[in-house]
């Protein structure tokens, strides 16, 4: 695909711009044309619906270039709250081993595992679902400014209020740029069926026209062997 068109719709946009010429260039074309019902109002219309097609590509080109910088924005900000998530949590481990209730509210705990002593993290794996992960970031950066035990600990260990402040507004951040690049997706669907939409029309109209001008060609043939 080039500049939002199909290969076909290239073709489509050729085809047309070269009736078009022949309409307004030759005489001897426009007349035949003429007598098939085709007045300048006729070629007016071909190239008003070119036009709109052209457009309508265009508006997808823009469309996919939006959603293609959305899903990278996107891509990036999740990447960097699972590094910052999973570097806190990791801490967060480390200096709360043996608080169950503390790893537990910070959604770090699971039950003990077979009865052996061990625990296992409950936290989402890196490919969750958004919904799930956000969730889960949430409730970590919450529990870590707001229970008071906790965040002296942490501010003593590499991870000061504003710094926990700074990842939960990342966290919302990220949701924001979720929810653009779902719009982003959504407009580019959009523009993609306008435009195929304005193609049809104009495939359409280039069929007749075509067919039209290939019988023009036939009939002033046959008049001049007549002659």
């Not at 982003?184 to 001008?213: H, I, N, P, S, Y």
């Amino acid at each position: 695909m080039k500049g939002g068109f199909t290969q076909d719709q290239i073709a489509v946009i050729g085809e047309t711009e070269q009736l078009l010429h022949e309409a307004r260039y030759d005489p001897q074309f426009a007349e035949m044309m003429r007598a098939r019902g085709y007045n300048e109002e006729s070629w007016a219309h071909g190239e008003s619906l070119l036009n709109d097609a052209k457009a309508a590509g265009r508006a997808k080109e823009q469309a996919e270039s939006t959603k293609l910088g959305a899903t990278n924005t996107y891509e990036r900000q999740r990447e960097e709250m699972w590094q910052f998530s999973s570097a806190l949590a990791q801490t967060c481990t480390v200096l709360f081993q043996g608080r169950t209730e503390w790893l537990n509210a910070l959604g770090l705990h699971a039950r003990r595992k077979d009865g052996n002593g061990t625990s296992q993290i409950a936290r989402p794996n890196k490919s969750a679902k958004l919904d799930l992960m956000v969730t889960w970031q949430r409730n970590l950066f919450d529990m870590a400014q707001n229970t008071p035990e906790i965040a002296a600990s942490l501010a003593n260990n590499g991870y000061p209020v504003d710094m926990l402040a700074q990842g939960a507004a990342g966290v919302e951040a990220l949701v924001r740029a979720n929810h653009v690049q779902e719009q982003a997706k959504g407009a580019a669907v959009q523009r993609r069926k306008e435009r195929d939409a304005a193609f049809k029309v104009l495939t359409q109209w280039l069929r007749c026209a075509k067919q039209a001008a290939a019988f023009a060609k036939k009939t002033e043939e046959r008049s001049l062997l007549g002659r």
